[in-house]
T-cell receptor, first 118, second 112 residues
Framework: AQKITQTQPGMFVQEKEAVTLDCTYD???????LFWYKQPSSGEMIFLIY??????QNATEGRYSLNFQKARKSANLVISASQLGDSAMYFC???????????????FGKGITLSVRP | GAGVSQSPSNKVTEKGKDVELRCDPI?????LYWYRQRLGQGLEFLIY????????KSGLPSDRFSAERTGESVSTLTIQRTQQEDSAVYLC??????????FGPGTRLTVL
C-alpha cells in the first residue's frame, strides 16, 4: 500500500521569499510517480509538478522545484519568490507505475495550508 | 479546449435519498477517476476507469456507491440511500495515458 505523509501545520511565508513544503512517502512499488497539486479556496485542483522515481534530476517547473531524496523517501516542494496568489492548500500525491504508458490511481496526503504575507 | 466538467456543482439531499453525480472528461482522455474530499482533508480514491478494461472499484466505501462509464465518455457516480457521512466534495479527473490527472471543479454534496 502507498502512503503520503504531510505533517506540517499551516505554513506562512513572506511575499518574494522561498518556502519548502514537506512530503514523505512510503511504498513497496519499485516504480512510482510523485505529484504536487495546488488547491486554492475556489476548490479546483491544479497540477504543479511531477517527479518519476527513476528520474535522474529533480523536476523543475517555473518557480516550482521538487527536492527528491529517494533514499529518505521524501519529495519536498520548493516554491521560490512566493506570490500572494500562492496562498492555497498544497497536496502531495503518488501513483504506482505499473508499466510505461499505464495509468493508476493517485494516493494523496492530507495537505498543507500555505499563506503568503504581503 | 474544454476541461473536465461536473454537474451539478452543488447538491443538497435528504438522508436516505439516492443521488447521481455526472462527469464529462476531456475528449480523448482514456482514464477517468472519482475521488472524494471531506472538509479539510485530502482526496480519497473511489473508482478508476481505463478504456474498456474492468474498472478498479477498490476505493468504493460501501455497496451504496457505484459508478458507470460508457466507453471513453461521460461517467455517473451514484450514491444510494445517502447518509450524512457521505457529505463531501466529489471530484472527477481524467488523463491521457501515463500523464497527470486533470480535475473537474467538483460536486459539493450535502446530506441533511
Amino acid at each position: 500500500a502507498q502512503k503520503i505523509t504531510q505533517t506540517q501545520p499551516g505554513m506562512f511565508v513572506q511575499e518574494k521569499e522561498a518556502v519548502t513544503l514537506d512530503c514523505t512517502y512510503d511504498t513497496s512499488d519499485p516504480s512510482y510517480g510523485l505529484f504536487w497539486y495546488k488547491q486554492p479556496s475556489s476548490g479546483e485542483m491544479i497540477f504543479l509538478i511531477y517527479q518519476g522515481s527513476y528520474d535522474q534530476q529533480n523536476a523543475t517547473e517555473g518557480r516550482y522545484s521538487l527536492n527528491f531524496q529517494k533514499a529518505r523517501k521524501s519529495a519536498n516542494l520548493v516554491i521560490s519568490a512566493s506570490q500572494l496568489g500562492d496562498s492555497a492548500m498544497y497536496f502531495c500525491a503518488m501513483r504506482e507505475i505499473i508499466r510505461t504508458g499505464a495509468n493508476s490511481k493517485l494516493t494523496f496526503g492530507k495537505g498543507i495550508t500555505l499563506s503568503v504575507r504581503p | 479546449g474544454a476541461g473536465v466538467s461536473q454537474s451539478p456543482s452543488n447538491k443538497v439531499t435528504e438522508k436516505g435519498k439516492d443521488v447521481e453525480l455526472r462527469c464529462d472528461p476531456i475528449s480523448g482522455h482514456t482514464a477517468l477517476y472519482w475521488y472524494r474530499q471531506r472538509l479539510g482533508q485530502g482526496l480519497e480514491f473511489l473508482i478508476y476507469f481505463q478504456g474498456n478494461s474492468a474498472p478498479d472499484k477498490s476505493g468504493l466505501p460501501s455497496d451504496r456507491f457505484s459508478a458507470e462509464r460508457t466507453g471513453e465518455s461521460v461517467s455517473t457516480l451514484t450514491i444510494q440511500r445517502t447518509q450524512q457521512e457521505d457529505s463531501a466534495v466529489y471530484l472527477c479527473a481524467s488523463s491521457p495515458p501515463a500523464n497527470e490527472q486533470f480535475f473537474g471543479p467538483g460536486t459539493r454534496l450535502t446530506v441533511l
